[in-house]
């Protein structure tokens, strides 16, 4: 997919293996919401613990909604946690990722399901990209999905 209306070409192979093409010239109806939950911002080193995904329209009522946790290695989670500020200030937080990670879903399932979902919710037209921290979630999907 030709994704360089909304980002850089080579922000995430999620965005390439939705559509092969979309007419340049159509005007956006809907925005895509992406927030990420990592073990931290190094994304190098950190990895993506939760994937939401929202589709509204630009009066921002919700279209569609998006939500899996990421199944990672615990012993990688742990350390990153602890390397972490952020999740040594919010134990509750970090206890559910922990206590959940069986539960969770591999990252190439969760990776298909968000291909589809964007798929479904979006067709040939072009997705702009929106969110709080996007800037950074975006270096993590281009590392990890």
């Known amino acids: 997919m030709a994704w360089s209306y909304i980002a850089d070409a080579r922000v995430a192979k999620v965005y390439y293996l939705v559509m092969t093409e979309f007419d340049k010239n159509a005007i956006p109806t809907k925005l895509l919401w992406v927030d990420l939950e990592m073990t931290g911002l190094d994304s190098d080193k950190d990895v993506i613990l939760e994937v939401a995904a ?33 999740w040594r200030d919010y134990p509750a937080n970090r206890e559910d990722f922990l206590n959940n990670l069986d539960k969770a879903k591999p990252q190439s399932e969760v990776e298909q399901e968000l291909i589809a979902f964007v798929a479904k919710n979006f067709g040939e037209e072009p997705a702009i990209l929106a969110g709080n921290s996007i800037h950074n979630d975006r270096i993590f999907i281009k590392q990890w999905l």
């Open 54 to 86: 929202e589709v509204t329209d630009f009066n921002f009522k919700t279209l569609g909604s998006y939500e899996a946790r990421i199944r990672q290695k615990r012993e990688v989670v742990v350390e990153r946690m602890q390397k972490n500020i952020w």
